[in-house]
């Protein structure tokens, strides 16, 4: 089992940047894939964007291509999610989440989340 614990949310600046962490528990953190996962208010839990295990696949939705990056430490079991050029609509609760295997863009396909951590976006 994973447990994990997502950091780093906070208000910024349309235009700026933020970096969200993610703790995971446990010695298996480095077999996992890993993901982010954004919800806004209203609308339904949506894919930011995943990590393979080792860290060599990576995948993004097209609505943060290019502005956003996720990596990986497997040697401090935390993943994270670089966000620049930060747009109003980027306002979520931001979730990480593990699965075993592929990373896969899908929600139902993760089988242990975090709390969440809230960003907000001003114009």
């Known amino acids: 089992q994973v447990q994990l614990v997502e950091s780093g949310g906070g208000l910024v600046q349309a235009g700026g940047s933020r970096r969200l962490s993610c703790a995971a528990s446990?010695?298996?953190?480095?077999?996992?894939?890993m993901g982010w996962f954004r919800q806004a208010p209203g609308k339904e839990r949506e894919f930011v964007t995943a990590?393979?295990?080792?860290?060599?696949?990576?995948s993004y939705s097209d609505s943060v291509k290019g502005r956003f990056t996720i990596s990986r430490d497997n040697a401090k079991n935390t993943v994270y999610l670089q966000m620049n050029s930060l747009k109003p609509e980027d306002t979520a609760v931001y979730y990480c989440?593990?699965?075993?295997?592929?990373?896969?863009?899908?929600?139902?396909?993760?089988?242990?989340w975090g709390q969440g951590t809230q960003v907000t976006v001003s114009s």
């Open positions: 989440a593990a699965r075993g295997g592929r990373p896969l863009p899908l929600i139902n396909e993760y089988h242990y």
């Open positions: 446990g010695r298996t953190f480095s077999s996992y894939a």
């Open positions: 990590i393979s295990s080792s860290g060599g696949i990576t």
